[in-house]
């Protein structure tokens, strides 16, 4: 299991900041043992220019960056997932397709730093990948190997209660 790549989607409404900030940053930090891949739910077809210029700023890799939608990787040519994380309340609280393989699911919601703006807006695209940086450092060094699925779902599942966690609008009052 230890030799094995991980296949993870990230999911969020749009598809065109956290989402897409998670992808690349678990593709850098996952140091060839996952691959992580971004879709939206409801994919507004664009990459926020914020988030592009935040990764490019510190040296990401970005030109396959695009925003697309789940369908793609419901296919049945689509790579199988591991893992399957919503970054948003909204994607996490629909009605996701069936994904073949029966993946570990999370939900690892982060504020929106889309429609922050002003000169607050640099700040909250850097806090947003600062807490999924956190989650994702967490994520792969957990000991795979020695974890069974049970195990391995409920260290997912914490990782997403970790700081920046937002709360879903059902809860607020």
């Not at 994919?43 to 369908?71: C, M, N, Q, Y």
Request: charge should be negative; include cysteine; hydrophobic fraction near 40%.
């Amino acid at each position: 299991m230890a030799d094995r790549i991980f296949n993870v989607l990230f999911i969020c409404g749009g598809n065109s900041a956290r989402s897409i900030l998670a992808e690349a940053l678990l593709n850098r930090h996952g140091e060839g043992r996952f691959k992580a891949f971004s879709a939206g739910s409801d994919h507004e077809g664009a990459v926020d220019p914020e988030a592009i210029k935040l990764l490019d700023h510190l040296g990401f890799e970005t030109s396959g960056l695009r925003s697309k939608s789940w369908d793609e990787f419901a296919a049945p040519d689509s790579p199988v997932m591991d893992f399957i994380f919503t970054v948003c309340d909204d994607a996490a609280g629909e009605t996701c397709p069936v994904w073949p393989g029966h993946p570990v699911t999370a939900h690892w919601g982060i504020e929106d730093p889309s429609p922050v703006i002003g000169p607050e807006r640099e700040h909250a695209f850097f806090q947003a990948l600062h807490y999924l940086e956190n989650r994702i450092s967490l994520f792969v060094n957990l000991p795979f190997d020695k974890l069974d699925s049970i195990t391995l779902k409920t260290h997912v599942a914490e990782i997403g209660q970790t700081a920046g966690a937002s709360v879903p609008r059902s809860q607020v009052a």
